[in-house]
């Protein structure tokens, strides 16, 4: 099949790129490789962790608010399958719109890896090893990132998890170790904190959010201290090692021999991420790259 344009990778950057050159008259294929459309901002990134953020203030403020404005309520608990699931009504639908706009926008959409054979032939493998080639005069990468997790941490989806597991969270830790306080960490540290859970975050530099504004950084850690959360900043860790009910996590003071183990049911590590290129032959189609 011979396309104008080829987008690999259906997340935000590219089911609107692939909207916008269809609407120009342009003949365009969407490559992805997962079931669903929208990549980790509707599936597992941006849209669950608001869908659990909201859960999660409706519960806090049940709890620390209503009864100043009258309001009693007795055994007031978290119900965690039922929140959970009311997160995958809200990816479903929006999943689902944009299906619908595909169709509209009559954008082919074929499921499966893309590998560039050369700057202008895609070859596409679908999830049961069966294989087909696209010729498109111009290619769009929009294949995102995935977590960092060195090696050291012994990242295992069940105890060491990542944004993409703490969605998922059968129960509401006790307590919970975060690695990292950029705006991933924090932000899914807080839906946990509100839910009741004692939560503890590392950060290597000597503030929160470090690469935004400093006085941001303040205020939030102000307001997320208001939620119980504890901060270990200028601190690094050094290893994350897990049992099937518990992690061990030891830290290390920045500049210094000083060392301690926060316990936790589980560590998120949030340090950061990085593009999503493994297996697309980028070479191939002249695409150089570096270390990043």
Known sequence: MKYDVTVIGSGPGGYVAAIRCAQLGLKTALIERYPTLGGTCLNVGCIPSKALLDSSEHYHNAKEKFELHGIQLKELKVDMKQMIQRKREVVDQTVKGLDFLMKKNKIDVIEGHGTF??????????????????ETDKVIIATGSKP???????????????????????????????????VIGLELGSVYARLGT??????????????????????????????????????????????KKAVKVEVQKRDSEETFTLDADYCLVAIGRKPYTAELGLDKAGVQTDEK
């Open 198 to 243: 004692e939560v503890e975050v590392v950060e290597y530099m000597d503030r929160l959010i470090p690469g935004m504004d400093a006085d941001m950084g303040k205020e939030l850690m102000r307001a997320l201290k208001k939620l119980g959360m504890k901060f270990h900043l200028k601190h690094q860790v050094n290893t994350v090692k897990a049992t």
């Open 117 to 134: 054979e050369d700057a202008h032939t895609i070859k596409v493998t679908k999830s049961d090893g069966a294989t087909e080639k696209l």
């Open 148 to 182: 960092i997790v060195p090696d050291a941490f012994n990242y295992d989806k069940t105890r060491v998890i990542t944004s993409t597991e703490a969605l998922e969270l059968p129960e509401v830790p006790k307590r919970m170790v975060v690695i990292g306080g950029g």
